[in-house]
């Protein structure tokens, strides 16, 4: 399974520093996130995956029928699809439970890990993520750390589809920050300044549980 990623793998610059999986937006690869990366948590080893489903010959990590309407069932398929990826290359590599940092596509597709495998992220921040299943399941995510950053003027997430994702996450028990920015879909240095501090604090507390 393993070999049907292609992946950059950074090893730890620092013992204990938490080890991030880095999930890139649409038309991405595994070398976009590297940087931010490297700049919100300098000492944590990155784990950077492509996306295997290939959208007019952009990578992405599940087909969608048009922009914002998933192909759930392909949702699923491709979320268990990495998240058995996560589990083998912590095994390759020797790392703990990765904390997600996804964009976009990216953020969405970490939303769906997880909901659907709970215990393969021990937290996640989500940048311009929307809720990727209509009729989520009910996992037990008690106190695991999740920050949202989302666009006041992003074209591609309505308001209202971020802060149902934020509910969704909260009735399932994670700790949840959602950070309204004055920005649009793309990244801004306020997106960069809030990871690393979230990091900080989520680093700071007690591991979740291994489920
Ligand atoms: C998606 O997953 O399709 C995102 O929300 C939007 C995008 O990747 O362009």
């Known amino acids: 399974m393993t070999g ?18 880095l ?18 948590s300098p000492g ?12 007019n010959g952009m990578p992405r990590f599940f ?8 192909d759930e069932d392909d949702v699923r398929r491709r979320a268990f699809e990495l ?10 590599h020797g790392i703990d439970r990765p904390i ?21 992220l ?3 921040a989500l940048l311009r993520a929307m809720a990727p299943l209509s009729d989520p399941p009910h996992p037990d995510l008690s ?22 994702l934020a509910a969704m996450l909260r009735e399932v028990g994670a700790d949840v920050s959602h950070q309204l920015l004055p920005a649009g879909h793309q990244l801004s240095r306020a997106d960069l300044v809030l990871v690393r501090d979230w990091l900080k604090r989520a680093d700071a507390r007690e591991p979740a549980e291994e489920r």
């Open 44 to 55: 944590s080893a990155l784990l950077s995956p492509r996306g295997r489903v290939l959208e």
């Open 83 to 92: 998240a058995d990826f996560v589990e083998e290359t912590r095994r390759r």
């Open 143 to 164: 106190g695991v750390p999740v920050l949202i950053t989302s666009g006041k003027a992003d074209p591609i997430v309505p308001a209202s589809n971020s802060a149902s």
């Open 23 to 40: 999930l890139h937006g649409t038309g991405g690869d595994e070398n976009d996130l590297l940087e931010l990366g490297a700049m919100v």
């Open 63 to 70: 087909r969608r029928s048009s922009e914002g309407v998933f």
């Open 100 to 120: 997600a940092l996804g964009y976009s596509n990216g953020a969405n597709i970490a939303a769906a890990v997880m909901l659907l495998r709970p215990g393969t």
């Open 122 to 124: 021990a937290g996640a």
């Open 4 to 21: 049907e990623f292609i992946y950059r793998f950074e090893p730890a610059k620092e013992a204990g520093a938490p080890p991030l999986l």
